[in-house]
């Protein structure tokens, strides 16, 4: 069943609708978080998902403009492209080191020059069918692609394949490309575009999902980490504002001692009444102070009326006030 007017089987419109909201989300997501380097690598896959869906749908169309060689080239050109970028988004997103060579070669060798000498036999024959042969080129490519993988995943994880997240990566990772390396042999023998677009799409979305699904998990692990932070921060402001007041308290007893000494020396008191003085301040009575000094209450109180002489006060209170206490 194909989409009224078009060439597009409804299977492809679908995956086409799917692809399109996810590529909103992935542009929003851009947005929200633009510190997140793979973000742009997801938009650009879902892109090329996109455009090789739109492209390979509707064309070639008797209807629409262009000969049915530059339509056929294109969309071609775009099952040619989406491929090519399976490499080097897979070193990029999954950090599969031993893809580089693929990433930033390979495609170029094996997939790029292949299709420029399908459409220069596609030219020079006019038949597509002949061009057709060539697509022999790639299928071979993509299984040296997939042996590649199994060779970086296993060097990812150090030869163990036992934990779930290394099963969990090879496993989507075969699903997407082994797909591709039947589509040349689906397009030779015209087994249909709805064939075609469910096979190659679900392989792709099925790795969209995986990255997506370990970066919700990262974001979580971040989320909580952060929590934490505050948690710690939290304690931390606490115990340093307790020991902030201790400070401060020590600071205001170390200022009172000075200023009560700088009284004295201006008032000119004597040792002795320099000790009163603070036994004053502390509260003690005459008879407290004079079994404190080992002096007799008459003394003290001889002392006591020396310094509110000297200080002109007239009482306890007043004295400790002008001592600074």
């Known amino acids: 069943m194909q989409l009224p007017g078009t060439e597009m089987h409804m299977i492809t419109f679908g995956f086409v609708c799917i692809e399109t909201v996810i590529l909103f989300y992935l542009l929003l997501h851009r947005l929200a978080r633009p510190d997140d ?7 650009i896959l879902i892109g090329l ?14 209807a629409l403009p262009g000969s049915f060689f530059g339509q056929a080239s294109i969309a071609y050109a775009t099952g040619f ?5 399976f490499p080097y988004y897979v070193y990029r ?5 031993k893809m580089r060579f693929h990433a930033y070669r390979g495609v170029c060798y094996f997939l790029m020059l292949p299709y420029l000498v399908f459409i220069i036999v596609f030219g020079i024959a006019g038949d597509l069918a002949t061009a057709k042969n060539l697509l022999i080129l790639p299928v071979a490519y993509a299984l040296w692609v997939i ?5 970086s995943v296993r060097y990812k994880y150090g030869n163990k394949f036992s934990g779930r997240e290394s099963t969990e990566e090879i496993a989507v990772l075969f699903l997407s490309i082994t797909p591709w390396v039947g589509v040349p042999v689906i397009d030779f023998f015209n087994l249909g ?3 075609e677009a469910s096979i190659t799409n679900i392989g792709f979305l099925l790795l969209l999902g995986l990255h997506l699904k370990r970066n919700v998990l990262q974001i979580k692990i971040e989320h909580q980490r952060l929590i934490d932070s505050e948690s710690r921060l939290q304690n931390w402001n606490e115990l340093l504002q307790q020991e902030v007041d201790k400070r401060t308290k020590e600071l ?13 020396e201006r008032y000119h008191l004597t040792t002795r009444e320099k000790e009163i003085a603070k036994l004053i301040r502390r509260g003690y009575t005459h008879k407290g102070i004079g079994e404190t000094l080992f002096i007799s209450e008459r003394t003290v109180a001889k002392h006591t009326q020396n310094i ?15 001592l600074g206490m």
Do not use: W
């Open 49 to 62: 998902l996109i455009l090789y869906n739109v492209t390979g749908g509707l064309l070639p169309d008797p």
């Open 252 to 264: 205001e007893t170390m200022s009172g001692e000075v200023r009560f000494i700088e009284s004295c």
């Open 308 to 322: 509110f002489e000297k200080t002109r006060v007239s009482n306890r209170m007043e004295l400790c006030h002008k």
């Open 93 to 97: 997103v999954f950090g599969l080191e």
């Open 147 to 151: 042996y590649s993988l199994l060779k």
């Open 193 to 195: 575009q709805a064939v």
């Open 81 to 85: 492209i989406t491929p090519c970028y």
């Open 37 to 43: 380097k793979t973000s742009l690598l997801n938009i």
